[in-house]
């Protein structure tokens, strides 16, 4: 009989038990991340956020000291979810913002998909709080950055020792659409935006050309 504890880790994500949590996406702290591209990084939570916007997740944005000190979300982010409510707070760990573990609770979701800025502490700091209260938690890392590689690598270890769940923003979005026969799958993979996207659909396109 599988464990509590190893069920978390086998137990599929899917669009009725996720929500999805995205931290400090601020212009000001993108200023300062060197472990991954900007662009990638704007391309990556965009898309996170549209996918998970067309499966119908709940999503919870906040900010640090959004009138002080980081500045608010990046405008690509606002725009892909133009009606989101951002909870603006002074605390470092999201989670100790009592609005925030409501809000989460309210949606009645265990899965909690969290990406952020920076990776050491807007990530992993409501994630392994979010693991300590119950919840089933994945890091989106490459939808979330860090100011050097030693921070990244050390927010990562931190985590994985915590339980959370490290994986990608592609990944889990694949994983809750479940079936390429869905009538949402179109969508999801446009709003994946992959690399290999374009080649695919000259693929498609071409096979399902009569041959001539």
């Given at each position: 009989?599988?464990?509590?504890?190893?069920?978390?880790?086998?137990?599929?994500?899917?669009?009725?038990?996720?929500?999805?949590?995205?931290?400090?996406?601020?212009?000001?702290?993108?200023?300062?991340?060197?472990?991954?591209?900007?662009?990638?990084?704007?391309?990556?939570v965009v898309a996170l956020a549209k996918a998970a916007t067309t499966l119908g997740l709940p999503i919870i944005v906040t900010t640090t000291a959004s009138g002080s000190m980081w500045g608010p979300t990046i405008p690509e982010l606002k725009a892909a979810l133009p009606t989101a409510r951002i909870i603006d707070r002074s605390k470092v760990n999201a989670w100790?913002?009592?609005?925030?573990?409501?809000?989460?609770?309210?949606?009645?979701?265990?899965?909690?998909?969290?990406?952020?800025?920076?990776?050491?502490?807007?990530?992993?700091?409501?994630?392994?709080?979010?693991?300590?209260?119950?919840?089933?938690?994945?890091?989106?890392?490459?939808?979330?950055?860090?100011?050097?590689?030693?921070?990244?690598?050390?927010?990562?270890?931190?985590?994985?020792?915590?339980?959370?769940?490290?994986?990608?923003?592609?990944?889990?979005?694949?994983?809750?659409?479940?079936?390429?026969?869905?009538?949402?799958?179109?969508?999801?993979?446009?709003?994946?935006?992959?690399?290999?996207?374009?080649?695919?659909?000259?693929?498609?396109?071409?096979?399902?050309?009569?041959?001539?």
């Amino acid at each position: 009989m599988m464990t509590a504890a190893r069920n978390r880790y086998f137990e599929r994500l899917t669009r009725k038990n996720a929500a999805l949590l995205l931290v400090d996406h601020q212009i000001g702290l993108f200023t300062g991340i060197r472990d991954i591209d900007v662009a990638q990084l704007k391309h990556n939570v965009v898309a996170l956020a549209k996918a998970a916007t067309t499966l119908g997740l709940p999503i919870i944005v906040t900010t640090t000291a959004s009138g002080s000190m980081w500045g608010p979300t990046i405008p690509e982010l606002k725009a892909a979810l133009p009606t989101a409510r951002i909870i603006d707070r002074s605390k470092v760990n999201a989670w100790d913002e009592p609005r925030i573990p409501e809000v989460i609770a309210a949606t009645g979701r265990k899965k909690l998909i969290v990406a952020g800025v920076s990776t050491e502490v807007s990530v992993a700091f409501p994630a392994i709080s979010a693991t300590a209260a119950g919840y089933d938690v994945y890091a989106a890392i490459d939808a979330s950055a860090t100011f050097s590689e030693t921070k990244r690598t050390t927010g990562i270890l931190r985590m994985v020792q915590a339980g959370v769940i490290v994986t990608d923003y592609a990944s889990i979005a694949v994983e809750m659409l479940n079936d390429n026969a869905d009538p949402k799958a179109a969508q999801l993979y446009a709003a994946l935006d992959l690399p290999y996207a374009a080649l695919v659909g000259q693929l498609s396109a071409a096979l399902a050309r009569p041959a001539a």
